[in-house]
């Protein structure tokens, strides 16, 4: 887990922002933010779960089209709370990701490999099924839905919203660094580096898993809900292939270990993305998958999860 | 044929072998023994290259082997007949014998007679799978694998082990045939005294590490002191 | 009556491909612990090879032939560049090569753009077969598929260099020890499963519509063949090829494509969490 002071300055970093960017950037990074939590949810699975799930994105894209079609109305005319439209889509990811975990990690569990392959055949085959479900708008997706209303407030002006998005973030990281530092963590890590000796002592590996697994999802679903109600768009795209495996490059550059590193990962690449896609295209993302190679052989804790751990050991001696 | 000097190898932060010397003159055979864990399948692992050394160095055949690869020590004539045997279950006994040749880059890949005449009971079942083999018969096997190709020395670690005694003593009378009629040298690793005694010219005693005493195979005929010393707990 | 035999035949053809497929990707994992995720991105580039070809005017069957040539030379490089630092770390080269699989596919979009290629069938014209007719290439393609599997499976259980690969999958320590050069077979290993991919996507060609995006779908049923036959023997390919492509050809032509992924994703889960080694057993005997 990343030093708290660097978290701290993280977001201080981000709240600062909106005084010196113009708005269109502001706008920008909200996405970006919610990209990040996302980010931080495969984190906590994969990096410190050690479930390598390829098919993140069916929580994050699952959440968006919930919310979506919560708050138009289309589950109940008067049912168009953004609130609600939030905890049916967490509950609803949650219920599914029990589900699914259930069937992947019940008795002698899918691990390392095959899970890998099999939510990718999962993320794989769910984009085709969505693509083709009309209710849900094919391929055009489903557009026009509304902001978040929160308290009274309609939140589509640019700073609120930023600083709504920004609030939850930070409200999350600090619930997943607490939980990352409780018991339940450190059974988690115990089972994701050693699962057989968790269980001889005595740990319900299952259980600790398949928690893990449902708490990743709610927290993909949750910036995925988000996310529709700042685009004001519900696509295919979110619950699909390509999201899936760009947010598993974030983290894997970033560090899957550490949720910040993921976080600000997911940022960085998506400015740089952002900006440099006019310029350089394809060049960017054939970029980026040879920086992925080159970090899984020389720096597989991640790019940005080794600098920042280095302040974590600095701290530490300084203090002795 | 062997000298290794002030090795220190091991698994990672845990060092095994802690200045270890010893030196294996040619056509001698010598056993070493000493309790488990000091340290004595790490040495025959690192001489072979299948562990990373750490600092010393080990001179074979007057070439030095620190840092070759595996494949590469075992063309040089160092043959390697591993804890557990290690035969390919699944493969017959011919074929078993044949991967002793297939590695070492000649023309000639036909199997010697000679390893026939030594180990009949291969012949007799060529084309079995040896898996269905009993212990004392893979241990037969995994030594005439490593004798097809020819090499000038033997690295044996605990070949009796898990074998009826009986077969213990065919075994040990096999190895010192073969050693007197091709002046194979051989490093022996065992707990077993009754094999040391068969065939071992010298016994070098090891602990934590270290090679601690070194006595020509008589000693230990006479003086069982000796032995409760250095192999009991 | 007709129509079953085209069907019949079609899903043969499906099951040949995919079959050599996830042989190329099954030898890379059981030599050393490697999970390919390019494989799909080398069988697209061999196709891609006799596109070019077909545009600079060369024959078919040269481009054909250049296929497993260019990209048996690209697996080499890969195997220098990438694969033999991450032998055996399993999950780590699930992540290496996607990252490589990135790098392929992009390479070929900024070279010929992300739209779809077509090459011409080189042999046109039907057979008749009985009373209905069936196109002589996808015939010859069948025949050749089962040439090199049958070439593969010779390759990998009869002759001495599958014997030594098989010993170095078994116990590599002891294969090294007998002086088998373990470097040589692991990088061997992987051309020769580069080229196969390689080759496969250059006779598929004519038949599908060739873009940078098409080895993912070549990719995934091939690792489900993989998962359900098993990866612990040859025969679990083939068996789990058969099964998945049996399947998700018939039930493509009797539902609808999309459903059909999903059964057949269904299913090979189901199979899997029954018998977790798959139906052939896993590597080494797990």
């Known amino acids: 887990m990343a030093p708290r002071p660097l978290a701290a300055l993280t977001f201080v970093i981000l709240l600062l922002v909106p005084l010196i960017a113009q708005d269109y950037w502001v706008d920008q990074l909200t996405r970006y933010v919610l990209f990040g939590l996302f980010a931080m949810s495969l984190s906590l699975v994969w990096g410190r779960g050690g479930m ?53 990690f019940w008795g002698k569990g899918l691990s390392g490999a095959y899970l890998a392959v099999v939510t990718l055949a999962i993320a794989y ?3 085709q099924a969505v693509k083709s479900w009309y209710a849900l708008g094919g391929d055009n997706g489903i557009s026009g839905v509304p902001p978040i209303t929160f308290a009274g407030f309609e939140f589509w002006q640019t700073s609120p919203r930023y600083y709504l998005i920004l609030g939850v973030c930070i409200v999350v990281y600090a619930l997943l660094d607490r939980l990352v530092r409780s018991p339940f963590g450190v059974m988690l890590t115990g089972v994701r580096t050693n699962p057989d000796r968790a269980m001889y002592l005595g740990f319900n590996v299952f259980t600790i898993r398949v928690t893990a697994f449902v708490i990743g999802a709610v927290i993909a679903a949750l910036s995925g809900a988000l996310f529709v109600a700042v685009d004001e768009f519900a696509s295919p795209t979110l619950i699909g292939f390509a999201l899936s495996t760009e947010v598993l490059i974030w983290v894997a550059l970033g560090g ?53 751990a280095l302040f974590q050991s600095r701290r530490k001696l300084n203090q002795q | 044929m062997l000298a290794i000097n002030h090795l220190h190898a091991g698994y990672g932060n845990s060092q095994v072998l802690n200045d270890f010397s010893i030196t294996v003159p040619a056509g001698e055979v010598l056993a070493l023994m000493g309790r488990n864990g000091m340290g004595k399948t790490t040495l025959l692992k690192a001489t072979m290259g299948l562990l990373p050394i750490a600092a010393g160095e080990i001179r074979f055949d007057d070439h030095s082997i620190v840092g070759r690869a595996s494949h590469d020590i075992a063309r040089l004539g160092l043959g390697y007949v591993p804890q557990g045997r290690e035969i390919f279950d699944d493969f017959t006994v011919l074929e078993n014998l044949r991967l002793g040749l297939m590695g070492h880059a000649s023309n000639n890949q036909t199997l010697p007679e000679q390893i026939f ?117 | 009556m007709t129509d079953i035999a085209i069907l019949i ?70 195997e220098w560049m990438l694969i033999r630092h991450i032998y055996r770390r399993t999950l780590d080269t699930i992540l290496a090569t996607w990252g490589l699989s990135i790098v392929l596919k992009q390479a070929v979009v900024l070279f010929y753009g992300p739209s779809s290629q077509s090459v011409t069938v080189p042999i046109a014209g039907a057979v008749a ?53 373990t470097r040589a077979m692991y990088r061997r290993t992987f051309v020769i499963g580069a080229a196969l991919a390689g080759f496969a ?67 090979a889960i189901i199979i899997i969490r029954l018998r977790p080694s798959g139906l052939m057993g896993g590597r080494h005997g797990t």
């Open chain 1, 52 to 104: 390598l799930c390829f098919g993140q994105a069916m929580f994050f894209g699952g959440g968006g089209y919930i919310m979506a079609t919560v708050t138009l109305g289309m589950w109940g005319e008067g049912l168009t709370d953004s609130l609600l439209g939030l905890m049916i889509a967490l509950i609803c990811a949650a219920a599914f990701a029990a589900l699914l975990g259930y069937f992947l």
């Open chain 3, 9 to 78: 035949l079609n899903t043969t053809s499906y099951i040949l491909i995919l079959v050599l497929v996830a042989l190329g990707l099954v030898v890379v994992f059981g030599m050393m612990g490697v999970i390919n995720m390019a494989h799909g991105e080398l069988f697209m580039l061999g196709a891609y090879t006799v596109v070019v070809a077909g545009q600079m005017g060369l024959p078919f069957w040269l481009g054909a032939l250049l296929a497993p040539l260019f990209v048996g030379a690209v697996g080499l490089l890969i």
């Open chain 3, 201 to 267: 996507g250059a006779i598929v060609a004519p038949l599908i519509s060739v873009d940078p995006s098409m080895g993912l779908g070549y990719l995934i049923p091939g690792f489900i063949s993989i998962m359900v036959g098993g990866a612990g023997a040859l025969s679990g390919v083939l068996l789990g090829g058969g099964l998945v492509g049996a399947t998700n050809n018939l039930l493509t032509v009797w539902l609808s494509p999309v459903l059909a992924q999903i059964a057949v994703f269904l299913l």
């Open chain 2, 117 to 233: 005449s030594w180990f009949p009971v291969l012949r007799d079942r060529a084309d079995q799978r040896a898996g269905s083999f009993s212990g004392g018969q893979q241990q037969m096997l995994a030594i005439a694998r490593a004798l097809v190709s020819g090499p000038k020395m033997l690295l044996l670690d605990e070949p009796t082990e898990g074998i009826q005694p009986s077969l213990v003593h065919d075994i040990g009378l096999r190895l010192r045939e073969i050693a007197r009629d091709t002046g194979l040298t051989i490093l022996l690793v065992e707990q077993n005294v009754d094999i040391v005694r068969t065939i071992a010219d010298q016994v070098i005693f090891m602990e934590n590490g270290k090679a601690v005493e070194q006595v020509p195979v008589g000693a230990i005929r006479q003086d069982d002191d000796l032995l409760a010393r250095h192999l009991t707990l």
């Open chain 1, 256 to 308: 899957r270990e550490m949720p910040l590193a993921a976080f600000v990962a997911a940022i960085l690449i998506r400015i740089v993305e952002t900006y440099l896609s006019e310029l350089f295209g394809a060049y960017w993302i054939l970029a980026l998958g040879g920086l992925l190679m080159v970090s899984v052989v020389m720096l597989p804790k991640g790019l940005l999860a080794t600098p920042f």
């Open chain 3, 129 to 181: 077969i009985g009373d209905f007719s069936y196109p002589i290439y996808r015939l010859l393609l069948m025949t050749m598929a089962v040439m090199l599997i049958a070439g593969m499976l010779w390759l990998f259980l009869r002759s001495d260099f599958g014997l030594k690969a098989r010993a170095v999958m078994a116990r590599p320590d002891t294969a090294a020890c007998l002086g088998i050069d």
């Open chain 1, 125 to 127: 085959v769910l984009e």
